[in-house]
């Protein structure tokens, strides 16, 4: 039976400070399309009304940004959304409050990398893109109780930032660079311990894979990647629901208990209304 996917992005579909969105975030669709069963349709949106600059890695931008994840993830519910896919970026900002919000199932990308990972290895490792990425995933790992699942020295490593235009040129058609950066850095944590690597980009973990770099050379070590821990973890959350039932729970104590019906209209509300502000908040941001 088929199913619809929502993949909500937190960020504008262009970006002063952030190159290659349409070529990169293009082939990471691609890529989940490629993953997916034939009949799963994946549409990817994006937000006009995000702040001008993507600063995913930190706080404020992160918690203002998170309002409207939430709310366009609860209108494609109300769209016929099968499930929803919450934040382009692997630190995985918004699956937890989603899917306190939603009533389909909500997956992200940290966490759906990370509990793949603990299924075909026993000790895994996060390389990711940039220092300032360091700390989310680190946050993760701690939220989930997964520590002991991760090598204990340095489990998370950043590559230089400048491997953001390794990974666009990969999109272009160019991954030679991409791959060379990622394989020698993944290379030190298997001599670390890692059994398991996961790749700490959605768009450069799905562009590995589509150049065909599917483990750390000459080792046997997986990697794990992003979109496709989302994409099939999301079909089978949705098959599970159809055929048995199965749905977060609603306990009394339970931390994705469904918030009622009239405080959500509210809150729905109140954060448009916010957002109707949020012009003075770009043009800030836009100048600082």
Not at 138 to 147: D, K, V
Not at 170 to 198: H, K, P, Y
Request: hydrophobic content about 45%.
């Amino acid at each position: 039976m088929a199913m619809k996917l929502l993949w909500q992005a937190e960020n504008r579909p262009t970006d002063p400070s952030f190159i290659g969105i349409p070529e990169t975030y293009g082939a990471m669709v691609e890529y989940a399309r490629q993953v997916a069963r034939p009949d799963t349709m994946i549409e990817l949106r994006y937000m006009e009304d995000a702040p001008t600059y993507f600063a995913n890695q930190m706080l404020y931008p992160r918690t203002l940004t998170k309002v409207q994840v939430i709310n366009r993830v609860v209108d494609a519910e109300a769209e016929g959304f099968d499930a929803a896919l919450a934040g382009v970026c692997i630190i995985d900002a918004y699956s937890q409050e989603c899917r306190q919000a939603a009533s389909i199932p909500v997956v992200g990308g940290a966490e759906s990398a990370m509990f793949l990972a603990q299924l075909v290895g026993k000790k895994f490792a996060w390389i990711t893109i940039a220092p300032s990425f360091i700390m989310p995933f680190e946050t993760h790992m701690r939220l989930h109780g997964w520590e002991q699942r991760a090598i204990s020295h340095r489990p998370v490593r950043a590559l230089d930032p400048s491997c953001w235009g390794a990974i666009v040129d990969a999109a272009n058609g160019n991954s030679a660079r991409w791959i060379e950066m990622f394989d020698e850095a993944a290379l030190q944590c298997v001599e670390d311990g890692a059994d398991t690597i996961i790749c700490g980009c959605n768009p450069g973990g799905a562009l590995l894979h589509l150049a065909g770099y599917h483990e750390v050379r000459g080792t046997g070590v997986p990697v794990i990647v992003g979109p496709a821990a989302m994409v099939k973890l999301a079909e089978m959350m949705v098959d599970l629901r159809r055929s048995i039932g199965l749905t977060k729970s609603e306990g009394e104590m339970g931390a994705y208990r469904s918030t009622p019906a009239p405080v959500l209209e509210e809150l729905q509300a109140m954060g448009r209304q916010m957002m109707r502000t949020a012009p003075n908040l770009k043009d800030v941001a836009g100048a600082s």
